[in-house]
């Protein structure tokens, strides 16, 4: 299931000598998953910029594009993404670079964004990733949450007064 431009988790135990001068680990668990996945709610004719669930996503020469035949150009608005990639550090404003993105034939169950917190209230209860403001009625604010911290949302499928309610939410 392993495919070119997955954003690739690895822990291990202790880093040691592997007596041949390298140095190795075992692997106690290995995770891939996407950053984002949902409707695709901006994309520029260039297909060098779109953004998901409200999210700025850059694409590259390098970003892989599967399921769509015309590349990130042919992604329009409303299109089911899934996309791999990693907050980018140099960036004024936050946003992510692609190294995968999957267009999906049909819509999920729920969509899902992972991402730095900004501006979280417990009154309403609520938080922003990126450019959007997430609605964690359903779930409250987690103990411990704080600004700065990267979460993963499981989100509904369709906003509520411009907000994508939250379904399930988990710090890293």
Do not use: C, K
Not at 72 to 96: K, Q
Not at 128 to 143: E, N, S
């Amino acid at each position: 299931d392993l495919r070119l431009g997955m954003r690739v988790e690895v822990e291990s135990g202790a880093i040691s000598d592997d007596g041949s001068g390298g140095r190795a680990a075992i692997a106690t668990r290995v995770r891939f998953a996407s950053d984002l996945l949902g409707p695709v709610t901006a994309a520029d004719a260039n297909g060098l910029l779109i953004a998901v669930l409200g999210q700025a996503v850059r694409v590259t020469q390098a970003t892989v594009v599967d399921g769509a035949l015309g590349g990130a150009g042919s992604l329009v608005v409303g299109d089911i993404v899934e996309v791999h990639g990693f907050i980018d550090p140099g960036a004024l404003i936050d946003r992510y670079v692609a190294t995968r993105i999957e267009r999906r034939s049909a819509t999920p169950a729920a969509f899902r964004v992972r991402g730095l917190v900004r501006d979280l209230a417990a009154v309403p209860p609520t938080l922003r990733i990126g450019a959007q403001t997430f609605d964690l009625a359903a779930t409250g604010v987690p103990a411990g949450l704080a600004n700065g911290q990267i979460v993963r949302l499981t989100v509904a499928t369709s906003q509520v007064a411009g907000r994508w309610p939250v379904t399930a939410i988990a710090a890293e």
